[in-house]
């Protein structure tokens, strides 16, 4: 069975439900993990995304912030969350596949605009979380081998994973310490990042465009925020990695566009 699995940081999944039928109609995915639901758990649009053809829905919300969700057509098992880094914030869920592959869709922390931890707490915490992450995935060595870990991990490690390295080194979601946080977690459990995995690591990649940018596709100021990683016994199952650009152009976009993979289970 293979199995097409999206993330997305939909930014208000009541407000672009829309947006998610389109990309239902055009990319066909099989699971669809959200990231900034926007939604109280009692007010998530659930009987309007089982019509779009997810019976098996999933759910982690909070009002304005956050938020998580895994939608899929196929049964899933022990739907689970995580209190990550101490907050109550909704950031994590969890799903088992039929196979006993693991899911887990996560939207670490943006970590606000200034890197430095003692002046802006929310980039600490963006650390902290990340750190936990890292703790998390080396408690789980001796665990079942197949993972799937996803999600808007707000960070950019690679030079080419933003439109200008060099200018990008102070600005968060690109910082040293980011990346050198995020490259641990990679290195937990030997990761494979799919995206790089079919993407040359010198071609531009991006997931993300800032609502800033009059023209996104003119100026092309992107950063590749979103990911989809998998464990070394799921690498020779991925058959493909695709990014919905076009999802940036329809009418009120979400800054992030839903990056895919395409995986034999």
């Given at each position: 069975m ?20 389109r990309l ?8 669809i ?14 009987e309007?995304l ?26 899933l098992?022990?739907f689970?969350?995580?209190?990550m ?5 909704k950031?994590?869920?969890?799903a088992?596949?039929p ?37 998390w ?14 999600g808007?991990?707000n ?31 990679k ?12 993407v040359?690591?010198?071609?531009k ?9 009059r023209?996104?596709r ?8 979103d ?36 995986v034999?289970?």
């Amino acid at each position: 069975m293979t199995l097409r699995i999206a993330s997305w940081n939909i930014n208000s999944v009541r407000i672009r439900t829309q947006h998610l039928k389109r990309l239902v109609t055009e990319a066909a995915p099989d699971i669809i993990c959200l990231q900034e639901t926007k939604v109280m758990d009692e007010l998530f649009p659930l009987e309007d995304l089982k019509a779009l053809g997810f019976p098996h829905i999933y759910f982690s919300g909070q009002k304005s912030y956050n938020g998580v969700a895994i939608l899929s057509k196929i049964k899933l098992d022990i739907f689970n969350c995580m209190k990550m880094a101490g907050s109550d914030d909704k950031r994590h869920i969890s799903a088992l596949l039929p196979d006993g592959t693991e899911l887990h869709n996560f939207y670490v922390p943006a970590g606000g605009d200034i890197p430095d931890p003692e002046v802006n707490p929310a980039y600490g915490f963006k650390l902290r979380f990340v750190e936990h992450m890292t703790e998390w995935a080396t408690s789980e060595k001796k665990a079942n081998g197949k993972k799937i870990i996803l999600g808007d991990f707000n960070i950019a490690p690679l030079p080419h994973d933003v439109w200008s390295h060099k200018q990008l080194l102070g600005v968060v979601s690109h910082t040293p310490a980011e990346v050198e946080r995020l490259d641990a977690l990679k290195s937990s459990l030997n990761w494979c990042d799919a995206g790089r995995h079919f993407v040359d690591p010198e071609t531009k990649l991006y997931s993300w465009w800032s609502y800033r940018n009059r023209d996104w596709r003119a100026s092309n100021r992107g950063r590749r925020l979103d990911h989809i990683w998998v464990t070394p016994k799921l690498a020779p199952a991925l058959k493909a990695y695709s990014s919905h650009e076009v999802a940036r152009d329809w009418e009120s976009p979400s800054d992030h566009v839903p990056v895919m993979i395409d995986v034999a289970l």
